[in-house]
């Protein structure tokens, strides 16, 4: 007993709190309200509530392990696991185990959960033969991963580099040209070529020559070439690529002036000569000399725009001669000189 209040034993808990309400001395309000308060909280002490299931650290499997084929080369790639079996994140991935035909081939530090991976497996110098691979992810505490999909290939010859690649950047445009690979020509079906400034694009010819308009004037250009062979309709890339640099820096003059021709009137001569055929070119210049070996100087105070010009000052047995000019200011040669008659 505390406090008189007598101790409580199998009685109905309202009924005891009635009872300590009544001893004598009487409790205060408050003292009832605390001892009310405990009361209600004996009922909970001690009840377990459902059990939580336990975490399975344990990463997903790999979905989507690939290979391809890259000259003298296997390429795997795969998306490592983001989250365990469990559905937590995965936090803790240590390796990927690449298999092939079930044996261990290499063993690699995880890069990140969720983000993408690749290896690369040289080719022996018999590349022929069925291959498979699986993919297998443990964690730093020894957890291991279901083994992933399985990715198979059957390496095949591929042509080697292409050669004589050259590029040059004229008339608004850079082209490109090269030769067939000197190993395997005859496998060369087509080619790919790529800026390795716009990462992830490509294009593809049959041909051994490419032309790009899609450039900013001054801008330091790399390009890469290489010869792909086409396998059931598949597309497989050669050794290299073959690699080449250029600033857009137009340097090419247009080409020298031909056909020219004069036919005199009574105000003067009137001279003509064959088109360039240039998309960047500008125009012409005209020149005039009275000794064929030199002293030409121009009589057109700008740019002729058309293969035409006429000579108010004509005099006959004067010399004649004619130049290109295109937008980046190239000039050519001068033509081989005219006399007139």
Same mark, same amino acid.
């Given at each position: 007993m505390m406090h008189g209040i007598p101790l409580l034993k199998e009685e109905g808990w309202m009924r005891q709190l009635l009872l300590c309400c009544r001893v004598s001395p009487p409790l205060r309000g408050g003292e009832c309200i605390i001892i009310l308060l405990l009361f209600a909280l004996l009922p909970a002490c001690g009840k377990e509530g459902p059990p939580l299931p336990p975490f399975i650290r344990v990463p997903e499997a790999v979905k989507d392990l690939n290979v391809v084929q890259s000259g003298h080369t296997l390429v795997l790639t795969w998306t490592n696991p983001a989250r365990n079996i469990d559905g937590s994140a995965a936090t803790n991935l240590a390796h990927v185990q690449i298999r092939n035909d079930g044996a261990i081939v290499a063993t690699l530090n995880v890069s990140a959960p969720g983000q993408s991976q690749s290896h690369s497996i040289p080719l022996d110098n018999s590349p022929g033969g069925? +291959?498979?691979f699986t993919? @297998?992810?443990?964690? %730093?505490?020894?957890? %291991? =991963?279901? @083994? =992933? $999909?399985?990715?198979s290939i059957v390496p095949v010859e591929v042509p080697g580099k292409v050669s004589g690649l050259r590029a040059v950047f004229d /008339?608004? +445009?850079?082209?490109?040209?090269?030769?067939r690979p /000197? *190993?395997?020509p005859e496998l060369a079906d087509a080619y790919v070529i790529a800026r390795t400034d716009t990462p992830g694009e490509s294009q593809t010819v049959s041909n051994t020559e490419y032309e790009d308009n899609q450039y900013q004037q001054g801008k330091i250009l790399t390009y890469q070439v290489t010869a792909v062979r086409r396998v059931s309709a598949n597309p497989v890339m050669g050794v290299g690529p073959e690699s080449i640099t250029i600033t857009v820096d137009d340097k090419t003059a247009p080409a020298v002036p031909t056909g020219l021709d004069l036919v005199q009137s009574d105000t003067g001569g009137y001279l003509t000569w064959a088109p360039n055929s240039e998309t960047d070119l500008a125009g012409y210049h005209v020149f005039r000399s009275n000794d064929a070996n030199g002293g030409f100087r121009s009589i057109s105070e700008r740019i002729v725009l058309t293969n035409a010009f006429f000579d108010s000052s004509y005099r006959s047995g004067a010399?004649?001669?004619? =130049?290109?000019?295109? *937008?980046?200011? $190239? *000039? &050519? &040669?001068? &033509?081989?000189?005219?006399?007139?008659?």
């Open positions: 069925f +291959r498979t993919a @297998v992810v443990d964690t %730093t505490q020894g957890k %291991t =991963s279901q @083994v =992933s $999909n399985t990715a /008339q608004r +445009r850079v082209r490109l040209e090269w030769q /000197q *190993e395997h010399y004649y001669g004619v =130049s290109a000019v295109d *937008e980046f200011g $190239n *000039e &050519s &040669s001068m &033509s081989a000189p005219l006399r007139a008659p």
